[in-house]
């Protein structure tokens, strides 16, 4: 089955830098990869995704890449604001049933 | 904006005890899907429910576990003899289809179960 590993667990920034996150997957078959946010205590929310036809997407300060040759996508928060301090999840999915298989999760804190 | 409701946010229950937790989850969706967190630790699936039966479930999700839909409407998760280690957080999710077939899934609050 599917195998998501994301980097890095905590990530600290300064309100204004830009963060990165990246995650790996083992199953070629996986064509679809959202990110999550969650804030604590609360329910995970799509920030944004991307499809195995798509090289990279961008949505304001966020975007996505991926490199289906390197099995491996990556989420870039650029000019953060403390309002990005989360928890964020990446996953893949590799059928059409919709399982989400979810990365370990990177606790983002920005500091002002 | 639509949203997949969970019920309750919190459920408190002794090792041993059946708990049933629910979720409406968006009117026009097709998929349901149960995940659980435990606190601390990543999201994982538990279930996929498709046309009224299981379409697909994971290692976690064994005799213990049952899922229905008894209505047009609701989605409860099963536990029967809760253990100690069955304290997590559940998420109830909906999409209209398979994420496979690229459709967002939408989660729910979450139910906090803690088993004492």
């Known amino acids: 089955g599917e195998n998501v590993e994301q980097h890095p667990s905590t990530l600290s920034v300064q309100e204004g830098d830009s963060a990165v996150i990246k995650c790996t997957y083992s199953?070629?078959?996986?064509?679809?990869f959202p990110w999550y946010k969650q804030e604590l205590g609360k329910r995970p929310q799509l920030i944004i995704d991307i499809r195995s036809n798509v090289g990279e997407k961008k949505d304001q300060r966020i975007a996505v890449t991926l490199n289906k040759t390197a099995k491996h996508f990556s989420l870039h928060i650029t000019e953060t604001q403390p309002e990005d301090s989360a928890v964020y999840f990446c996953?893949?999915?590799?059928?059409?049933?919709?399982?989400?298989?979810f990365g370990a999760g990177t606790q983002v804190v920005v500091t002002p | 904006e639509p949203e997949v409701t969970q019920t309750p946010s919190h459920q408190v229950t002794q090792m041993g005890q059946e708990v049933i937790l629910r979720c409406v989850p968006i009117?026009?969706?097709?998929?349901f899907y149960w995940y659980r967190q435990i606190l601390g630790q990543k999201v994982e699936f538990l279930v996929s429910?498709?046309?009224?039966?299981?379409?697909?479930k994971s290692e976690i999700f064994d005799d213990q576990f049952s899922v229905e839909r008894p209505d047009g409407s609701n989605f409860t998760l099963k536990i029967r003899s809760t253990k100690l280690e069955d304290s997590a957080m559940y998420f109830c999710a909906s999409s209209f289809t398979g994420t496979g077939m690229n459709t967002e899934a939408f989660f729910g609050q979450g139910t906090r179960l803690t088993v004492v």
């Open positions: 429910f498709y046309n009224n039966e299981i379409s697909e």
């Open positions: 009117s026009n969706h097709l998929y």
């Open positions: 996953a893949a999915s590799e059928d059409s049933w919709g399982k989400l298989q």
């Open positions: 199953d070629s078959a996986s064509n679809y």
